[in-house]
C-alpha cells in the first residue's frame, strides 16, 4: 500500500492532474468504462435481484447526467474574483486547487451509482483517487 501512495504523490506532484486536458481525459474515460462494461449491469441484476432497465435508469443513468454537467460546468475554468472600490486598477482569479490523493471506500450494499459520485467529483477537482469497495 506504501508503495502505492508514494507513486500517487508523485503523479500528483508532476502537476499532470491539474490540467483541464487530463481531468476530462480522465472523466470521458470512466464514463466510456461505465457504458462498456455490462458486466456492471449484470452484477446489479444479479446482487439486488433489479430488472436491467431499472438497474440502468436508477444507478448508471445519473452517472452519466454527472458527467455532462461536470464536463459542461466552468470547474476547470478560472473565475474572476470581485475586489473592493480600492482596488479599481487591479484584478484577481479564484484558482481552484486540487487537494491532491484522495481515498473513497464505499460498502458492497451501498448503491453503485451514489458510491462513484465522490469519485468523479475528485478527478474532476484534478485529484489523484484511490477507491475501494469494501465487503
Same mark, same amino acid.
Given at each position: 500500500?506504501?508503495?502505492?501512495?508514494?507513486?500517487?504523490? @508523485?503523479?500528483? &506532484? !508532476? &502537476?499532470?492532474?491539474?490540467? #483541464?486536458?487530463?481531468?476530462? !481525459?480522465?472523466?470521458? &474515460?470512466? %464514463?466510456?468504462?461505465? $457504458?462498456?462494461?455490462?458486466?456492471?449491469?449484470?452484477?446489479? $441484476? +444479479?446482487?439486488?435481484? /433489479?430488472? /436491467?432497465?431499472?438497474?440502468? %435508469?436508477? @444507478?448508471?443513468?445519473?452517472? =452519466?447526467?454527472? =458527467?455532462?454537467?461536470? *464536463? @459542461?460546468?466552468?470547474? =476547470?475554468?478560472?473565475? /474572476?474574483?470581485? +475586489?473592493?472600490?480600492?482596488?479599481?486598477?487591479?484584478?484577481?482569479?479564484?484558482?481552484?486547487e486540487? *487537494? &491532491?490523493?484522495?481515498?473513497? $471506500?464505499? !460498502?458492497?450494499?451501498?448503491?453503485?451509482g451514489? !458510491?462513484?459520485?465522490?469519485?468523479?467529483?475528485? #478527478?474532476?477537482?484534478?485529484?489523484?483517487?484511490?477507491? /475501494? %469497495? %469494501?465487503?
Amino acid at each position: 500500500m506504501q508503495y502505492f501512495m508514494n507513486d500517487m504523490k @508523485e503523479y500528483y &506532484g !508532476s &502537476g499532470e492532474t491539474k490540467k #483541464v486536458s487530463w481531468r476530462e !481525459s480522465q472523466l470521458k &474515460g470512466l %464514463r466510456r468504462f461505465l $457504458i462498456e462494461k455490462e458486466d456492471i449491469l449484470k452484477a446489479l $441484476i +444479479l446482487d439486488l435481484g /433489479k430488472h /436491467k432497465v431499472k438497474a440502468f %435508469r436508477d @444507478e448508471v443513468m445519473p452517472l =452519466f447526467d454527472l =458527467f455532462i454537467i461536470t *464536463l @459542461e460546468n466552468d470547474l =476547470f475554468l478560472f473565475k /474572476k474574483a470581485k +475586489l473592493p472600490q480600492i482596488a479599481l486598477l487591479r484584478s484577481a482569479e479564484i484558482v481552484l486547487e486540487p *487537494l &491532491g490523493l484522495l481515498l473513497i $471506500i464505499s !460498502s458492497w450494499n451501498f448503491p453503485f451509482g451514489l !458510491s462513484l459520485e465522490p469519485l468523479i467529483g475528485a #478527478v474532476a477537482a484534478g485529484n489523484t483517487v484511490k477507491y /475501494k %469497495r %469494501r465487503d
